[in-house]
């Protein structure tokens, strides 16, 4: 049982499975031991919840990457759209109200810090070692590829790289995170120390 899980959770929206987010949690509690942890992709800050109570009982941050304007899957007339987070005065999807609302009822405003832009954005001229990384943000090659590309390396030695979204079978979902998963392997710079469903855990050598 995780201490402090609102009881909402289940309500929140998101794509992490429960036995993802207990492993999620497991790996945060360890890592955030050693440093800081960066989220990229966090939605409506379901997985950032897992991710702040874990680092909470290490005093720790997480760093809660996103733009907030929707993955392609999210946008008007695509599968996974959700009108209630749509912002018509805007015209664009905007997940970030809904997130900030989220952590503060869970109590995590003091250990959960919001970066609101692009991955490339944010990594251009980031130098804090980080304990783990979970990327979970854009699925298509492109964004998967930009996020490994900028965040891979400043994951420190022994730290973790956790991948969300992997499915070896296309009819299960997007090749995207999995072939990032298998260029993190190819590299020689991680090796594979765990999976839940469809999390991915590596460890950087």
């Not at 007339?77 to 805007?90: I, K, N, R, V, W």
């Not at 420190?156 to 790289?161: A, D, E, K, T, Y």
């Not at 956790?162 to 298998?182: K, S």
Request: net charge negative; glycine share 10%.
């Amino acid at each position: 049982m995780i201490p402090d899980l609102p009881a909402n959770i289940d309500r929140i929206k998101g794509f992490l499975a429960e036995d993802e987010a207990e492993a999620l949690y497991a790996q945060a509690l360890k890592s955030s031991r050693s440093g800081p942890i960066l989220e990229i992709g966090s939605y409506c800050g379901k997985s950032t919840i897992y991710l702040g109570l874990a680092c909470r009982c290490n005093n720790g941050t997480v760093f809660a990457l996103d733009h907030h304007r929707g993955s392609e899957e999210h946008q008007p007339g695509e599968f996974f759209h959700d009108p209630q987070l749509y912002d018509p005065g805007a015209g664009e999807m905007d997940s970030f109200r809904e997130f900030r609302r989220n952590i503060d009822d869970a109590g995590l405003t003091d250990v959960v810090v919001p970066l609101v832009c692009s991955s490339a954005a944010a990594a251009r001229h980031w130098q804090t070692p980080l304990a783990m990384v979970f990327i979970d943000g854009g699925h298509s090659l492109d964004a998967a590829l930009t996020d490994y590309r900028c965040w891979s390396a400043h994951v420190m030695r022994g730290g973790i790289l956790a991948i969300h979204d992997l499915f070896e079978d296309a009819y299960e979902g997007g090749q995207a995170p999995y072939a990032v998963y298998r260029m993190a392997l190819a590299s020689g710079l991680f090796e594979a120390v765990g999976r839940v469903a469809t999390l991915g855990l590596l460890r950087r050598l």
